[in-house]
């Protein structure tokens, strides 16, 4: 798994709470991302992080923001969530030009 | 706008029957072609990175080729553990956070 551990692995919440996944890397790689895979859709980019305390926006960045204040920690989190941000959600990791490594992710059930 | 299409969407094999996955791309300077495979539940894996048209990667039964417009994923006498969806991704140029997938093909081999 590369070094990478997402928290938790599953939950369950209700429209309109505050949610925050974690994501923790023991690889010091200077890339993290946060993707979520729902079917029909593949693997979407929510928001990427270039450095600590440098994130910027991927194709599905509405609704979630995300924070590094260390290296090894990439947070997720859902201000309020609804029910359409039910899907599994995976964190990666990489170094540049190297490819991306997951996590094995992080199913959200929002009712 | 960066594409990726694979086909077939799922596919059925009887062990030892080889066949070819195919993932066909349109992307703003390719910096890299990338290969996973997913179990139920996990993350992707990575396989394989393919850089240029005429590139080839092996390991065990899976050879990856490329060409300018497409690459194609060949399983030689696959087993029954070979049974998973297989993602392709591309790196488009632009930025190492530029990576587009698809959406799979999910590959049964039946013993």
């Known amino acids: 798994d590369a070094g990478i551990t997402q928290s938790p692995r599953h939950k369950v919440t209700e429209t309109g709470t505050p949610v925050t996944l974690r994501c923790h890397q023991t690889e010091n790689h200077r890339y993290m991302y946060w993707y979520r895979q729902d079917p029909g859709h593949g693997l979407r980019l929510i928001h990427y992080?270039?450095?600590?305390?440098?994130?910027d926006k991927g194709e599905v960045s509405d609704g979630y923001s995300v924070s590094r204040s260390k290296t090894e920690d990439f947070l997720l989190t859902l201000e309020s969530a609804t029910s359409s941000q039910t899907s599994v959600y995976f964190c990666?990791?990489?170094?540049?030009?190297?490819?991306?490594?997951f996590g094995n992710g992080t199913r959200l059930t929002v009712t | 706008e960066d594409q990726v299409t694979q086909s077939p969407e799922a596919l059925r094999l009887q062990e030892g029957e080889s066949s070819s996955l195919n993932c066909s791309y349109t992307?703003?300077?390719?910096?890299?072609l990338f290969w996973y495979r997913q179990d139920p539940g996990k993350g992707p894996e990575f396989l394989f990175t393919?850089?240029?048209a005429g590139e080839e990667k092996e390991k065990e039964r899976l050879k990856a080729t490329l060409t300018k417009k497409e690459s194609f994923l060949h399983i030689t006498a696959p087993k029954p553990e070979d049974s998973a969806t297989y993602l392709c991704?591309?790196?488009?140029?632009?930025?190492?956070?530029?990576?587009?997938f698809g959406i799979g093909t999910k590959l049964q081999v039946i013993p």
């Open positions: 991704a591309v790196r488009a140029s632009g930025g190492y956070q530029k990576v587009t």
């Open positions: 992307v703003s300077g390719l910096r890299g």
């Open positions: 990666a990791i990489s170094e540049s030009s190297s490819p991306l490594h």
């Open positions: 393919l850089y240029s």
């Open positions: 992080s270039y450095g600590v305390k440098d994130t």
